[in-house]
């Protein structure tokens, strides 16, 4: 099985920034969450995180050797990067959303990270047929797993919300990936 999470909560991301590449600690919330996270998925035989001190810190809570892969780091939102999502001018939004090559200046495209993701997704596919391997990662780069997963598009990016601390489960059916979980967030309400 495959299981792609996102990290647990920083002060950042309750706060509402948009936060890519600047590489916060995890909250105390955000610890509690990576803690309920590694419990919920059980022993799992390979963690993989991207390079970010949030992720690599929710990996660790599941205990063992955690391989770093930097294809699974957020998105690059340039200088748009800790800024407060409501001071995006809504034509920006407006035309992030209508072209998957937009990105911010100094940023990274929807499409660049959706190459990238469904790359890391590819190499680790064959291995989820018979081991557990969990991805700790970022909203965005979730985003593109998921359009991976289901055969789609990245503008799917636009019409989906990742929570911190979210499990989504991919399976390994006859024909390909198999959508098992998305978005869950039961392991939480245990603490």
Do not use: C
């Not at 780091?73 to 937009?102: C, H, K």
């Amino acid at each position: 099985m495959l299981y792609v999470v996102r990290h647990g909560r920083t002060a950042a991301n309750a706060s509402g920034l948009l936060l890519g590449h600047l590489d916060p600690d995890l909250d105390d919330l955000g610890v509690r969450q990576a803690r309920l996270l590694a419990a919920a998925l059980g022993p799992v035989d390979r963690v993989v995180s991207s390079p970010l001190a949030r992720t690599r810190q929710t990996a660790e809570a599941f205990g063992i050797e955690v391989d770093v892969d930097d294809r699974w780091i957020e998105m690059n939102y340039g200088e748009f990067d800790g800024r407060p999502v409501a001071e995006v001018p809504a034509e920006t939004w407006a035309v992030w959303r209508a072209d998957l090559d937009w990105a911010p200046p100094g940023g990274e495209s929807h499409r660049d990270l959706g190459i990238r993701v469904r790359a890391a997704m590819e190499d680790l596919f064959d291995a989820s047929r018979t081991s557990d391997v969990a991805v700790v990662t970022h909203v965005s780069p979730v985003k593109a797993a998921l359009a991976w997963t289901l055969g789609v598009g990245d503008e799917l990016a636009w019409r989906t919300y990742v929570a911190p601390a979210s499990v989504m489960v991919v399976g390994a059916g006859p024909a390909g990936p198999s959508l098992r979980n998305f978005n869950d967030v039961a392991h939480l309400a245990e603490g």
